[in-house]
């Protein structure tokens, strides 16, 4: 399921179905809790399309809760709740829904079309009672939307354009990711240590001209997870008013100019892009990371990204957050002093030991979720000291963060890789011991064949017993030294 195409409210009632089916004491996520929770879901389109279709939310809730106690229960915590097949299917039909009302994200109303499709799994009890067809939700949107349209003379969304009577996606959209969308979703590690330069950033963008920062700093010291950092601020409302609403897109260069066949296909690409930041009126804010390659982006013998930027950049009409490494900045954009003098730099240094260490700290619960491993104090410490000393080529602290992740992913591959081991090094001591037994008190000249055996079942136990050694020996040798004091 890809998070950035739902909105802040689908995001909501996706994880408020998982309250629900453990308030019901129930295994999995079925259609009927999600249901539930696109219902009681307050200030979406959902409570309007079901008045206008008679049915008061409150009856629909009722009908939904008493099929669901009907249901077998049995004590589940949250984090063992599984996704049923059936709601992941709703979910991708919500996709597919929003594509042909052609609304730019997933909204309630799309899961809620999803759910009464006729295909879908939801209970023939729920469906008997409540008698919502998917044509009557359509027609509900279909007359809110021409409502709105009349009473407000509101324009299409941003990122949208009219055409043919229909509103459809603007297709530069397909260019950008919604870093905004993906904080909201908790896609982000937490940003900590870089407050300062944070601020600096906010600050830039606040002016009225030249108000686009560049991030430079070496690969590796968390340029982007300032910016993830400014997507989170915004989300959580910790920014200035004036960006509270806004948007951060990030743009995928490399998309952009693939598949451009034509001379002049990437520009008219650009050029759309530029136009629709500049129409949203600053509520959109742009990052590029890599900006260099805004020089010469392109090819061709036509304009390159940074030409056809600068003007909208002189005057102030686009929010422009790069990042880059010192080296590239200088050979790229600083020897372009046009396009340089449209930047405010902001240096970007590797934090100190201290600073990394309180970074490692914060976001190595991250890890530990991920890889189901917990990490002490201590290994968070020698991550930082270690790479200082060994690997001072590369920055911290994201060589810090690698130490980190290599070392619970290989522990991962043991751990598993033991436990396969175990079983059988088990059942091989007890066929030795078996065997020991038949041949005790015999001649190993005159029973040659039970003393092969013998022989035969502790040479595979050594050759096991050594894989296993190998992989945790250093566990076993601390645990007998540990004994011994």
């Not at 009927?32 to 279709?53: D, F, P, Y």
Request: hydrophobic letters at 40%; glycine letters at 6%.
């Amino acid at each position: 399921m890809d998070i950035a195409s739902y909105s802040s409210d689908s995001r909501a009632i996706i994880k408020n179905a998982k309250e629900v089916t453990a308030a019901f004491r129930h295994p999995e996520i079925e259609v009927e809790h999600l249901l539930m929770a696109v219902v009681r879901h307050e200030g979406s389109e959902v409570e309007s399309i079901l008045n206008q279709l008679g049915k008061k939310p409150s009856f629909v809730e009722s009908i939904v809760e008493i099929y669901l106690k009907e249901q077998s229960s049995r004590s589940t915590s949250r984090e063992n709740l599984t996704v049923s097949p059936a709601v992941q299917s709703i979910l991708s039909q919500a996709l597919e829904e929003k594509n042909k009302l052609y609304d730019a994200l997933v909204e309630p109303e799309h899961i809620l079309i999803a759910i009464f499709d006729p295909k879908s799994s939801l209970s023939p009890y729920i469906r008997d009672k409540l008698d919502i067809q998917v044509e009557g939700i359509y027609r509900a949107i279909a007359e809110s939307k021409a409502v709105e349209e009349i009473a407000t003379g509101a324009p299409p969304k941003e990122g949208e354009a009219v055409v043919g009577g229909k509103r459809e996606i603007s297709k530069t959209l397909r260019y950008c990711v919604d870093m905004t969308n993906l904080a909201a979703a908790g896609e982000f590690d937490p940003m900590i240590g870089r407050e300062k330069e944070l601020q600096q950033t906010i600050q830039i963008l606040l002016r009225r001209r030249k108000n686009s920062p560049v991030l430079v700093g070496g690969a590796g010291v968390g340029k982007s997870a300032i910016v993830e950092g400014f997507a989170q601020a915004v989300i959580d409302k910790k920014v200035p008013k004036v960006l509270q609403d806004v948007r951060v897109m990030e743009v995928d260069m490399g998309a952009m100019v693939a598949g451009a066949k034509y001379k002049g296909e990437f520009e008219e690409r650009f050029k759309a892009l530029v136009s629709d930041v500049i129409k949203s009126a600053g509520k959109t804010i742009l990052f590029i990371d890599e900006i260099h390659t805004i020089a010469g982006a392109g090819g061709g013998g036509g304009m390159d990204a940074a030409n056809l930027i600068k003007p909208a950049l002189a005057r102030g009409q686009i929010r422009l957050i790069g990042a880059t490494t010192e080296e590239e900045y200088t050979k790229y954009l600083e020897k372009d002093k046009a396009l340089d003098r449209r930047f405010e730099r902001i240096k970007i240094e590797q934090p100190d030991y201290d600073d990394a260490v309180r970074i490692v700290n914060g976001v190595v619960s991250k890890y530990a979720e991920h890889h189901k491993v917990a990490f002490e104090d201590d290994a968070v410490t020698a991550s930082v000291k270690l790479a200082q000393r060994y690997l001072s080529e590369r920055n911290l602290p994201d060589i810090a963060l690698d130490i980190i992740d290599e070392a619970a992913s290989e522990f991962g591959v043991k751990k598993e890789m033991a436990g396969e081991s175990i079983p059988a090094i088990t059942a091989r001591i007890d066929e030795v011991e078996k065997l020991l037994k038949a041949c005790d008190g015999k001649d190993p000249k005159k029973d040659k064949e039970e003393f092969d055996k013998l022989y035969d079942a502790w040479d595979k136990f050594e050759r096991e017993f050594g894989m296993l050694h190998e992989h945790w020996g250093h566990r076993v040798e601390a645990m007998t030294e540990a004994s011994r004091e």
